[in-house]
């Protein structure tokens, strides 16, 4: 239901932008859209954030300024725009989805259900 792609090498200072196809969810549904990442040795962590129909956006420090995130509804496609990309950026990036009431779209692992495969970044 989650499909990522759009991963690829680059040098520092490029930019990149994944892209993320969501099926399986109404806008009636209410639901959050959240990229994490995870490099090798390390745990999953949240980089952005998003409340269906794109409204609501958030990013914790380490990537705000430089990342951001987008929906296409028509397309019910999401975006991740990664700017000024630097070595620690290098991970598996993974979107997800989860059912949420409110736009209150928290970067908590255990609060999504559903997840796609991941796509590589590599920044060097």
């Known amino acids: 239901q989650l499909v990522e792609s759009g991963g690829g090498s680059v040098e520092t200072g490029g930019s990149l932008r994944l892209s993320c196809v969501v099926s399986g969810y109404a806008y009636s549904d209410g639901y959050c859209l959240g990229w994490f990442r995870q490099a090798p040795g390390k745990q999953r962590v949240g980089v952005a954030a998003i409340y269906r129909g794109g409204r609501t956006t958030y990013y914790p420090d380490s990537v705000k300024g430089r990342f951001a995130i987008s929906q296409d509804s028509a397309e019910n496609t999401m975006y991740l725009q990664m700017n000024s990309l630097k070595p620690e950026d290098t991970a598996m990036y993974y979107c997800?989805?989860?059912?949420?009431?409110?736009?209150?779209?928290?970067?908590?692992?255990?609060?999504?259900?559903?997840w796609g495969q991941g796509t590589q970044v590599t920044v060097s």
């Open positions: 997800a989805a989860a059912l949420q009431p409110s736009d209150e779209c928290l970067l908590i692992e255990s609060r999504y259900q559903n």
